[in-house]
C-alpha cells in the first residue's frame, strides 16, 4: 500500500510539473507580464521556433493572398475523400467545414453517449445564470472515423499522429440574452502560436443555437499578428486592433453529422444563444500532446 500511495504521489508531482512547465505556451504568461523586454522576448522565441517548423509553415506562416469562401467540404462518410484540397481550403481560411463526416456507426455511438451524460455537480460543471456548461471526456479509440479524421489533420499540421480524447460538451442557454464572456461567446484567440481543434456536431446547429463564428484568415502569423499579440490586453474583438482580423467574419452553421477544423490562434468563438436551447459537440484538443518539448526538439 506503501509503495502504491508514493507512486500516485510521484504520478500527481510529474503530471504538475508537466502542466506548469512543459504544456503548449498560452496567453496567462503575457497577461500576467508587465515587463515589456521578458514579454517581447517569449513571445519571439516561441514564434520563432514555431516559424522554423516545415510542417507549420504552410498553414500558418506561408502569406495569403486571399480567403477562400468555400469552406465546406462533403466528404460522403468516406475518409479517403479527405484531400488536399481540403488542406488547400484550412490553409486559406484557418477553417474548413466537413459535411457527412463519421460513419452512421460513429454518428450513432456519439448521440449514444450524450443521452446517457448526467451532468453532475463537479469540475466540469460550469455555470451562470444565462448559461450551463458541462463536459465528460471519453476515448477517441471508440469512434474509428472520428480518430481518423483527427490522424489526418494533425499528421499534416503538426507533422505526426497527435493523441487526443473525445471532449463531449453540453451548452445549456438557462435565460436570454445570453451574458457575454470573454474567451467563451465573443471573437477571441486560444493561443498567439500555431493551435488546431475540431469540433463534431451529431445534431444540426442553426443561427439561434450557438454556432461556431470564425474570422477567415486572421489565423496567419504575420508582423500584424505579432504586433498584435505584443500589444493586446484581452485577446478579443474589443481590442481596437483587432478589428484588422474580423474583415470576413463567418458564421458556421452546420448539418447533423459535421466536424469543423479551425485553427484557433485565428479569430474564433461561438455565438451567444438566441433562444434556450442545448448545443452538444465534441471537442478535440492537442495541447496536451503537442507541447514546449515538441516545439524545442520535434
Same mark, same amino acid.
Given at each position: 500500500?506503501?509503495?502504491?500511495?508514493?507512486?500516485?504521489?510521484?504520478?500527481?508531482?510529474?503530471?504538475?510539473?508537466?502542466?506548469?512547465?512543459?504544456?503548449?505556451?498560452? !496567453?496567462?504568461?503575457?497577461?500576467?507580464?508587465?515587463?515589456?523586454?521578458?514579454? $517581447?522576448?517569449? %513571445?519571439?522565441?516561441? %514564434?520563432?521556433?514555431?516559424?522554423?517548423?516545415?510542417?507549420?509553415?504552410?498553414?500558418?506562416?506561408?502569406?495569403?493572398?486571399?480567403?477562400?469562401?468555400?469552406?465546406?467540404? +462533403?466528404?460522403?462518410?468516406? %475518409?479517403?475523400? !479527405?484531400?488536399?484540397?481540403? !488542406?488547400?481550403?484550412?490553409?486559406?481560411?484557418?477553417?474548413?467545414?466537413?459535411?457527412?463526416?463519421?460513419?452512421?456507426?460513429?454518428?450513432?455511438?456519439?448521440?449514444?453517449?450524450?443521452? =446517457?451524460? *448526467?451532468?453532475?455537480?463537479?469540475?466540469?460543471?460550469?455555470?451562470?445564470?444565462?448559461?450551463?456548461?458541462?463536459?465528460?471526456?471519453? +476515448?477517441?479509440?471508440?469512434?474509428?472515423?472520428?480518430?481518423?479524421?483527427?490522424?489526418?489533420?494533425?499528421?499534416?499540421?503538426?507533422?505526426?499522429?497527435?493523441?487526443? *480524447?473525445?471532449?463531449?460538451?453540453?451548452?445549456?442557454?438557462?435565460?436570454?440574452?445570453?451574458?457575454?464572456?470573454?474567451? /467563451?461567446?465573443?471573437?477571441?484567440?486560444?493561443?498567439?502560436?500555431? $493551435?488546431?481543434?475540431?469540433?463534431?456536431?451529431?445534431? /444540426?446547429?442553426?443561427?439561434?443555437?450557438?454556432?461556431?463564428?470564425?474570422?477567415?484568415? &486572421?489565423?496567419?502569423?504575420?508582423?500584424?499578428?505579432?504586433?498584435?499579440?505584443?500589444?493586446?490586453?484581452?485577446?478579443? /474583438?474589443? /481590442?481596437?486592433?483587432?478589428?484588422?482580423?474580423?474583415? +470576413?467574419? =463567418?458564421?458556421?452553421?452546420?448539418?447533423?453529422? &459535421?466536424?469543423?477544423?479551425?485553427?484557433?490562434?485565428?479569430?474564433?468563438?461561438?455565438?451567444?444563444?438566441?433562444?434556450?436551447?442545448?448545443?452538444?459537440?465534441?471537442?478535440?484538443?492537442?495541447?496536451? *500532446?503537442?507541447?514546449?518539448?515538441?516545439? !524545442?526538439?520535434?
Amino acid at each position: 500500500m506503501k509503495n502504491i500511495n508514493i507512486k500516485i504521489f510521484f504520478y500527481k508531482v510529474l503530471n504538475f510539473f508537466i502542466k506548469k512547465y512543459l504544456s503548449f505556451p498560452t !496567453l496567462q504568461f503575457i497577461i500576467s507580464t508587465n515587463n515589456n523586454f521578458v514579454k $517581447n522576448l517569449y %513571445i519571439n522565441f516561441w %514564434i520563432s521556433l514555431s516559424r522554423k517548423k516545415n510542417y507549420f509553415y504552410k498553414f500558418f506562416f506561408k502569406a495569403n493572398n486571399g480567403v477562400n469562401y468555400k469552406i465546406n467540404i +462533403d466528404i460522403k462518410k468516406k %475518409i479517403e475523400n !479527405l484531400n488536399e484540397e481540403c !488542406l488547400n481550403i484550412l490553409e486559406k481560411n484557418g477553417i474548413i467545414i466537413i459535411e457527412n463526416a463519421l460513419s452512421e456507426n460513429d454518428q450513432s455511438k456519439i448521440i449514444e453517449n450524450f443521452n =446517457k451524460i *448526467s451532468i453532475k455537480e463537479n469540475r466540469n460543471l460550469r455555470k451562470n445564470e444565462t448559461l450551463l456548461k458541462y463536459f465528460e471526456e471519453f +476515448d477517441i479509440n471508440n469512434f474509428s472515423t472520428l480518430k481518423k479524421i483527427s490522424d489526418f489533420f494533425t499528421s499534416k499540421v503538426y507533422g505526426k499522429v497527435l493523441k487526443t *480524447s473525445t471532449e463531449f460538451h453540453i451548452h445549456d442557454a438557462l435565460k436570454i440574452p445570453e451574458v457575454i464572456i470573454n474567451g /467563451d461567446n465573443n471573437f477571441h484567440i486560444d493561443r498567439f502560436l500555431p $493551435n488546431m481543434k475540431l469540433y463534431y456536431s451529431p445534431f /444540426d446547429i442553426n443561427e439561434n443555437g450557438a454556432p461556431f463564428c470564425y474570422a477567415l484568415g &486572421s489565423h496567419k502569423i504575420d508582423n500584424q499578428y505579432i504586433n498584435f499579440i505584443k500589444s493586446s490586453k484581452l485577446f478579443t /474583438d474589443v /481590442d481596437p486592433n483587432a478589428k484588422h482580423f474580423l474583415k +470576413d467574419k =463567418k458564421e458556421i452553421t452546420c448539418k447533423a453529422n &459535421s466536424l469543423v477544423v479551425a485553427l484557433t490562434n485565428g479569430f474564433h468563438g461561438r455565438k451567444p444563444f438566441l433562444e434556450k436551447t442545448t448545443r452538444k459537440l465534441v471537442f478535440l484538443q492537442y495541447h496536451k *500532446s503537442y507541447n514546449k518539448i515538441s516545439l !524545442l526538439f520535434s
